[in-house]
Each structure stands twice: as structure tokens, then as C-alpha cells.
């Protein structure tokens, strides 16, 4: 049954939960409206982390004393909590579906909708199962009480966002990298591998490194004056400080506080071990050629779509490049296809965001009607 719903006027929802960072949007728009962290306090709201700035001295002076200043110290925790983070996904699947419900509702909210008038397009990852697109779709209608629904591999969205239905797709999202052969705006599930080191496993491997460059506290326990136990969130924390030299790396030189200042050469090599760990980049993207039809291989290797934020880290197209030219399609010309860095940070969201408002993907939409009489299995049946 076609739906006469969504598109343009009606202002679809289009939302990527991701490991690190979820998207929400409005279907047409170029990007998303809101991009929000991922993560959540379980027993309460995590504490601010506030980097300091350190253009304004002033922003540490008054609250550091020369003694501390003398710590290298990049970043504080401003209200240390019993609280525990807690993320919606976990090695590359939905995990915690409260997490998954709040960051929902407080997008709806930011983007004063209310939903029960508007379409819901959500990317689910490539291999999610079946229970979890189940509960996605439960969620969806359940609590948002939405009109209607479409679930859609994130892998066909990040090739849509390119203008291509057919494409190999390499993900380094933050909890997971993944290669995914698509054809014709379907992912083939057989060929798809994927690997749980992203750019959180990058976040631990610049955290080693800091602690060599720079031999002293990266976080400091303190909160107002006062050492804390920081418990759980002590490691949450260093990381987060790792992510966030990580990000600079491409801006140049970053200085400490105390002057000390980490030089992002010294990082350069931390992309490889995307490439060296067992499950790596090279393994995923064998073993997604070699499970796909041997017409196709041709096409996809000359589209091939990086995405993702860990796509970000300087070197790493490059190193990919490399590696699918020299070692693994040595007889065919390969093709990197990515877009600029805001874009593949948002990717499948634009994907997303150009799927739902074709015209002719109107009648692909689950109605709230559909789903009440059918329920979810009718819906996957027919989308996968
Ligand atoms: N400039 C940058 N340099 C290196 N890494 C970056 C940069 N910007 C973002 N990242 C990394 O990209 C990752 C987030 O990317 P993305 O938003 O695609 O992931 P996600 O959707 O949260 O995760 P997943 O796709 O695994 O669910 C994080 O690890 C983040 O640190």
C-alpha cells in the first residue's frame, strides 16, 4: 500500500545513532540540524568536560597554581559524579535502547518537532539483526508514535550521499570499520565484514602515545580545589582528552597549558594500526571483494566510498589508496570517491537525507497502519 507521506512538505526526521556521535535532521536538508555526543550518564548527567582554551591564558590561570601549571593538565573535569557512561551501541550493534530513546526525544525536542506528525527515517547499521531493527521499529511507533518508518543500512546511505547505488563503502565510524559492497542501493550481507577497531581503538592508541610525549597527568583529578576519585569516569575522561588531540592533529602543533607542545608528526603512524591489527582494513576489504560476484568487483573498486569521521585522521585515505592499488587490486583501477570532511562525518545522514525525500521513495515508507496490522517482520521482509 502506497503512504502519501513524507517527502519535502511533510518534513521527514532522518537520524544516525552512532557509536560516538548521533545526527538528526531534516530530510531535504544538506546537514543534519543536530549532532549531539552519544554517550550518557547512567546514574546521572556526566560531568562538563570543559577543555580549557588555550589561546586565553586566563581561562587556567585563576584556577590552576603555578605548581599545577607545571602539570601538564589539558583538560579538567569540572563535577566528578557517581555516574557512568553509557553508549547506545556496543561492538557494532544496538545495546542500550534507553540510550537509544533519549537521544531521540532530546532531538525532537531541540528540533521543536513533534514527532507524531513526522515521517521517521533511522540508519541501522549494515549488519544490525533482525531483533534490533524489530525494537527500533517498536521504538519508533511506540514511543514517538510516528506516522510512519523506514530503516535503512547505513552502508547504501553513504554511497546514496555520493550520488552512486552501487559502491564499495569503507566506514571507520568510531566503534566499528567496516567494508560493504553495494549494488544497486542494496548492501550484500554476505560480503559485508566489519571489525570493532574505529576510532575509539584509535582514542586508546593516541592515549599511549600521549603518555609517552608527554610523561606526566593528562587528566588531572581534581574538582574545585579538591583531589577526587574519579573512579569509572577516570579512563572515560583520558580518552576523551586523546579524542580530542586526535581531532587537532590535521590543525598543527597543539600546546599544553605548561608550554609543552605535542608535535602531530609523532601521531602519524597511530592510523596504522587500522591496517596491522587482525580484522583490519586490509582482511575486510579482501574478504568483501572475494565474497562478491565476480562481475561486480570491477565496479565497486572504482567506487570506492570513504566515510565516517575516523576517515579524518591525515594519512589514512592515503595509506587506503595504497593498499587497495598495490596489495589488493593490483589488476584493476581503483577509485577513492570521498567527499569533503564534513560530509563524510555526515555521510549516511545525507544519504538519509536525500533517500527520504525523493519522490519515488514515498511509497517505501511503513505506515503506523502497516506496522499495527502486520507488525515488524512484514517491514523487513519487504526492505531487505
Ligand atoms: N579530524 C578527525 N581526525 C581523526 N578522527 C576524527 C576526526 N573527526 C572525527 N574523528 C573520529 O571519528 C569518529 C566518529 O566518526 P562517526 O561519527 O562516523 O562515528 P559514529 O557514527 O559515532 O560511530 P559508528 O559509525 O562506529 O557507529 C570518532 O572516533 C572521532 O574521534
Redesign the pocket.
Given at each position: 500500500m502506497a503512504v502519501a507521506i513524507g517527502g519535502d512538505e511533510t518534513g521527514a526526521i532522518v537520524g544516525?545513532?552512532?557509536?560516538?556521535?548521533?545526527?538528526f535532521g531534516f530530510a531535504g536538508e544538506d546537514a543534519p540540524k543536530c549532532v549531539v555526543a552519544?554517550t550518557l550518564g547512567r546514574n546521572g548527567p556526566l560531568p562538563e568536560f570543559r577543555p580549557i582554551d588555550i589561546s586565553d591564558p586566563k581561562s587556567y590561570e585563576s584556577e590552576y597554581t603555578p605548581s599545577d601549571i607545571a602539570r601538564p593538565t589539558y583538560s579538567e573535569i569540572v563535577l566528578p559524579t557517581n555516574t557512568e557512561p553509557a553508549t547506545p551501541?556496543r561492538d557494532?550493534d544496538f545495546d542500550d535502547w534507553c540510550v537509544v530513546e533519549e537521544l531521540w526525544a532530546r532531538a525532537v525536542a531541540r528540533m521543536k518537532v513533534d514527532a507524531r506528525n513526522h515521517p521517521v527515517l533511522a540508519a541501522i547499521?549494515s549488519w544490525t539483526t533482525s531483533q534490533s531493527q524489530e525494537k527500533y521499529l517498536e521504538m519508533i511507533f511506540e514511543t514517538f508514535d510516528t506516522p510512519a518508518a523506514y530503516l535503512s543500512r547505513?552502508a547504501a546511505l553513504a554511497a546514496f550521499s555520493i550520488g552512486r547505488s552501487s559502491a564499495l563503502v569503507v566506514?571507520?565510524?568510531?566503534?566499528?570499520t567496516s567494508a560493504a559492497p553495494v549494488v544497486d542501493g542494496y548492501v550484500l550481507l554476505k560480503a559485508t565484514r566489519r571489525s570493532s577497531f574505529?576510532?575509539?581503538f584509535?582514542?586508546a592508541k593516541v592515549l599511549e602515545k600521549l603518555e609517552e610525549v608527554v610523561p606526566r597527568c593528562v587528566v588531572r583529578e581534581r574538582c574545585r580545589g579538591r583531589d577526587v576519585d574519579l573512579g569509572p569516569l577516570r579512563r572515560y575522561a583520558e580518552l576523551e582528552v586523546a579524542?580530542e588531540v586526535?581531532?587537532?592533529?590535521?590543525s598543527g602543533p597543539i600546546e599544553l597549558p605548561d608550554g609543552t607542545t605535542i608535535d602531530p608528526t609523532e601521531f602519524q603512524e597511530v592510523p596504522d594500526h587500522l591496517f596491522t591489527v587482525d580484522d583490519g582494513l586490509p582482511s575486510l576489504l579482501r574478504a568483501a571483494l572475494e565474497r562478491s560476484d565476480v562481475d561486480v568487483r570491477k565496479d565497486l573498486l572504482q567506487s570506492v566510498v570513504l566515510?565516517?569521521?575516523?576517515?579524518?585522521?591525515?594519512g589514512l585515505a592515503d595509506r587506503l589508496q595504497h593498499e587497495l592499488s598495490s596489495r589488493l587490486a593490483s589488476s584493476f583501477k581503483t577509485k577513492i570517491l570521498s567527499a569533503s570532511?564534513i560530509e563524510r562525518?555526515f555521510s549516511?545522514w545525507i544519504g538519509g537525507s536525500i533517500l527520504a525525500s525523493l519522490g519515488s521513495f514515498q511509497q517505501m515508507w511503513l505506515s503506523r497502519a502497516e506496522y499495527m496490522e502486520d507488525g515488524p517482520l512484514a517491514a523487513q521482509e519487504r526492505w531487505n
Open positions: 544516525d545513532v552512532g557509536h560516538l556521535v548521533s545526527k552519544s551501541l557494532g547499521p547505513s566506514d571507520c565510524g568510531a566503534g566499528t574505529g576510532g575509539n584509535l582514542d579524542r586526535k581531532e587537532s592533529l590535521s566515510t565516517g569521521g575516523g576517515s579524518l585522521f591525515p570532511s562525518r549516511v
